[in-house]
């Protein structure tokens, strides 16, 4: 009898058996769904006076708005975390992520209760404390965005207005009570808090070299992540000047092997090459900046670590150059005589006639330049390892004087290069292993099993599927051998 084959690759995924929890003490985050029904999961509204709530339709979905019904007072959205989750400075560091619907031109900030500050000559205000980064702006664009706040030193007391521990202010009214002209309501659609920040990128792995010449044609560009700079929200020089998608936008990707961390930016931009490509102010005018750092053990760090926390500016004009600095200062530019010159690490390339007016900005920075001389501490990288991370894309648009009039950030929050809580945390994939290969072929009376990976086999197709002891690849099967399924795993 002529065996029977079966051919298969596995598809393997991971199943994660998650404990049911008793309370939210055990949970990473609480949060809640906004609308005529709150969906609320550790994490409750208030309405106290001044903080009455409509329920809204915006962009296809429910939420609710800071304007009040009619008889009550608004401007402020309260919210209390289940005190199991966060009570009396039992957590130092929180992330709030805010849903909101992007209309008008208003701005809105989160204020929280904070740990007391014995330097605050008024400490009724540390309940009201305003998350870092102040005031968000909208630019009407009709889009539900989101943004993450970091909360420091949180106390979470209950001290605010109907026991609540945090609030989103539409500043329709400013601290000294005057109403604010052009100010409106903000829209929301849900909230959520965690404990450690939301991990949502990954730099890829690039298992060969990239060359750097600004074509992006090299394989791991076509698979990398993209992070998308092309609103005004992430303008983190506020209000933001920032137009459209052509005045400036930008696909930005990240790969990384053991010699060296690689940067594209396909950048779309009115006005190109402005910059006075000066190693010294990479930063102003267009061109790129990254935010790394080794040790993201704590996210909500306010200040560099020295040795492991770097900033890498790159500029795109005429002479690109490229510049690294750290808590010391500047530690590195690629000035004439150093041992990279401009052309090894950095590219710069006009889009092709026909295409968008912008460029590309293709980058490789050795891991070795990054590296502080007077700590004298070696970084490294691993698979899976977790680093802080956040890029600017930059724009000037005056060629008689060079200026960074826009500078679009992956995390919408300012300060970056004085504050790393206000980086966002990525994970540094390993090499991907190849997935499993399997073919047959006939040789006169004999089938040839050709495979990668590791040959499993099965008496029925449905298993039990065991390794095939010894197996080498090609692996001949006889008419004579008993009918037999195969499979290929990694």
């Known amino acids: ?54 329920v809204v339709t915006a962009g296809g979905s429910e939420a609710r708005s800071t304007a009040p019904p009619a008889g009550k007072t608004g401007q402020f959205m309260y919210f209390a975390t289940d005190p199991a989750f966060a009570n009396n400075g039992s957590v130092s560091n929180l992330w709030v992520t805010v849903e909101y619907f992007d209309e008008g031109t208003n701005s809105f900030r989160l204020e929280y209760d904070a740990q007391p500050d014995p330097n605050n000559i008024n400490p009724d205000t540390d309940a009201l404390t305003v998350a870092s980064g102040g005031r968000i702006f909208t630019y009407d664009s009709k889009q539900w965005l989101s943004h993450t706040f970091v909360l420091h030193d949180v106390y979470f007391g209950k001290r605010q207005p109907g026991g609540s521990d945090l609030r989103i202010d539409d500043w329709t009214i400013d601290d000294t009570g005057t109403p604010v002209d052009g100010e409106g309501p903000q829209i929301v659609r849900k909230v959520t808090v965690s404990k450690t920040e939301p991990t949502a990128f990954h730099i890829q792995y690039a298992s060969t ?12 560009w076509q698979s990398a992540q993209t992070f998308l700079l092309n609103r005004a929200a992430q ?148 698979p899976g390892q977790l680093v802080g991370f956040s890029i ?77 002891s010894g197996a080498t690849s090609p692996l001949t099967v006889k008419p004579s051998d008993p009918a037999t399924f195969y499979r290929a795993r990694q």
């Open 235 to 382: 303008d983190v020089i506020r209000p933001s000047a920032w137009k459209s998608t052509n005045d400036y936008s930008a696909v930005a990707r990240f790969a990384w092997d053991t010699n060296y961390l690689y940067a594209a930016f396909d950048t779309t931009d009115d006005v190109i090459r402005v910059s006075l490509d000066d190693p010294s102010q990479a930063w102003n005018g267009d061109g790129a900046e990254i935010f790394f750092g080794f040790d993201q053990s704590d996210p909500g760090r306010t200040k560099y670590i020295p040795s492991t926390d770097f900033h890498i500016m790159m500029s795109a004009g005429p002479n690109p150059t490229v510049e690294i600095a750290d808590l010391s200062g500047i530690i590195w530019t690629n000035t004439p005589g150093q041992p990279f010159p401009p052309s090894d690490l950095l590219a710069v390339k006009d889009h092709a006639a026909g295409q968008p007016s912008g460029y590309v900005l293709e980058a490789r920075i050795p891991w070795e330049l990054l590296f502080d001389p007077t700590e004298a501490v070696t970084n490294k990288i691993t």
């Open 1 to 54: 009898m002529k065996p029977k084959l079966f051919c298969c690759a596995i598809l393997c995924a991971l199943a994660a058996n998650i404990p049911l929890v008793p309370a939210a003490f055990a949970q990473n985050s609480v949060s809640i769904t906004l609308g005529t029904n709150n969906v609320q999961n550790g994490l409750f509204l208030k309405e106290p006076d001044g903080g009455a709530t409509t």
């Open 209 to 220: 070299p990239i060359k750097i010449d600004g074509n992006l044609d090299d394989p791991v």
């Open 392 to 468: 600017f894309g930059n724009d000037g648009d005056d060629p008689a004087a060079p200026t960074q009039e826009k500078a679009l950030s992956l995390t919408e929050r300012a300060g970056p290069s004085n504050n790393p809580s206000s980086w966002d945390t990525v994970q540094m994939d390993g090499p991907s292993a190849a997935p499993p290969t399997l073919g047959i072929a006939r040789a006169a009376a004999d089938l040839i099993i050709t495979y990668t990976g590791t040959l499993q086999s099965a008496a029925q197709v449905t298993g039990l599927y065991s390794d095939v």
